[in-house]
């Protein structure tokens, strides 16, 4: 979009500028939540959701706001511009590169934090001669049966009905899948 200095060039940036920053701190925030996802139980994170929704619109639109309001007035008519990534000049680049910089590093540091307290508590298991286990619920051996036997009955109900079964192809047992002759 080649622009002036008028309302077209505002939402230009406004629109690319959102998206960029919006981008590098919703993925900060995205290091958050799985951090404190293994930090803290589930039910606390989704008390808190509101707080990210917030940041994560948030806080791109405060420096988008920012930047309009203190770089417009510093700017000189653009003329033939077509790069509208740093349309603005110094101003915007450091803003870019600080915002830049800083989601990149918290990113880093959660992500870190987060693989650092997984590994910690699987050899505190290991320690205790426990398994170390996944952090998702395991299903109750009920389930687990009910499951099996669903899955049993649908093989079986397959092998019956050969109408729908090409020639070349055979239920195999207990696993519900097709395998070929």
């Not at 806080?59 to 706001?65: D, I, M, Q």
Request: hydrophobic residues 35%.
């Amino acid at each position: 979009m080649n622009c002036g200095h008028g309302w077209k060039l505002y939402l230009q940036f406004v629109f690319l500028a959102y998206g960029v920053f919006s981008n590098r701190v919703n993925t900060a925030l995205l290091a958050l939540a799985v951090f404190l996802a293994h930090v803290h139980p589930t039910c606390w994170l989704q008390e808190r959701k509101k707080y990210f929704y917030g940041a994560g619109f948030g806080v791109p639109a405060v420096l988008v706001l920012c930047l309009l309001l203190f770089v417009g007035h510093e700017t000189t008519p653009h003329g033939e511009r077509v790069d509208p990534n740093f349309q603005y000049g110094e101003t915007q680049a450091v803003v870019a590169l600080c915002v830049l910089a800083i989601c990149f590093v918290f990113t880093v540091v959660c992500l870190v934090l987060t693989q650092r307290r997984r590994h910690q508590s699987s050899l505190m298991q290991q320690q205790q001669g426990q398994q170390p286990q996944p952090r998702q619920q395991q299903q109750p051996e009920q389930h687990r049966d009910e499951a099996h036997r669903r899955l049993l009955d649908l093989t079986e109900s397959e092998e019956s009905d050969q109408s729908r079964t090409p020639p070349n192809y055979r239920a195999v047992e207990h696993t519900g899948t097709a395998e070929r002759q």
